[in-house]
């Protein structure tokens, strides 16, 4: 099975510009800025604390299903609607709209994550907008970056690009969530405690109640045949 990082340097490939594909290549594999800052290795990173994605390589699972959901409503706005869209501005902007993420997020003794010292004091998307100006990206992925969160950006999507990297990012976020604190709400309800749960084992404790009840749930939680 390959990585996500293997993935992701797949979809890399596929940008057709040259000088953008070394860009964001660059940018992903080596994320360095101006701020005299701790980063978490990409690869561990989660994509939050809490709301979606937030465990050890949540961030690197989060851009995969982010890529894959704007490259297949690419396909939908040629193929469905007949539109024209920029997939090398769409693919960059999926790749890096959380990358920053490696510098606000701080693994805590407890295992889990909580704001770093930078991340309390500017977000992931500020800190990306600047990196990619002063890395002289285009301004089309600049705009991207600092819409992806759609009505709660800085600024709302004004291209098909920027809103289709920010409805992949809502989408798969959503996902995440939900099916994470629905996992965690029926392990509590069928062993009495709290787990921290990855996305897979989230998605095989919903699958297990919907087809065999709580005792399944049980089960899984207890690490019980």
Same mark, same amino acid.
């Given at each position: 099975m390959k990585g996500d990082l293997q993935v992701i340097n797949e979809y890399i490939a596929l940008i057709k510009n040259r000088k953008l594909r070394s860009k964001?290549?660059?940018?992903?594999?080596? /994320?360095?800025?101006?701020?005299?800052?701790?980063?978490? /290795?990409?690869?561990?990173? /989660?994509? +939050?604390s809490y709301v979606h994605h937030s465990y050890k390589g949540g961030l690197m699972e989060h851009t995969v299903a982010v890529v894959r959901l704007a490259v297949t409503l690419c396909d939908i706005v040629s193929e469905v609607y007949g539109g024209r869209i920029d997939r090398d501005t769409v693919i960059a902007g999926a790749i890096l709209h959380d990358v920053m993420k490696c510098y606000v997020y701080a693994l805590q003794d407890d295992?889990?994550?909580?704001?770093?010292?930078? +991340?309390?004091?500017? =977000?992931?998307?500020?800190?990306?907008? *600047?990196?990619?100006?002063?890395? =002289?990206? /285009?301004? #089309?992925?600049?705009h991207v970056a600092a819409s992806h969160h759609g009505d709660q950006s800085p600024i709302k999507p004004k291209t098909l690009e920027a809103l289709v990297v920010s409805l992949a =990012?809502?989408?798969?976020?959503?996902?995440?969530?939900?099916?994470?604190?629905?996992? #965690?709400?029926? *392990?509590?309800? *069928?062993? +009495?405690k709290e787990v921290r749960l990855s996305s897979r084992e989230a998605m095989e404790i919903v699958k297990a109640k919907s087809e065999e009840g709580l005792e399944a749930v049980r089960r899984l939680v207890k690490g019980e045949k």
């Open positions: 964001v290549e660059e940018l992903l594999h080596d /994320p360095k800025i101006a701020f005299n800052a701790d980063r978490l /290795p990409i690869h561990e990173c /989660p994509a +939050g295992g889990r994550y909580a704001s770093s010292g930078l +991340g309390e004091k500017i =977000d992931h998307l500020t800190l990306l907008v *600047a990196e990619l100006y002063k890395r =002289d990206f /285009p301004l #089309e992925v600049l =990012d809502l989408t798969d976020s959503e996902l995440n969530r939900n099916v994470l604190r629905a996992a #965690e709400y029926l *392990a509590r309800s *069928a062993a +009495g």
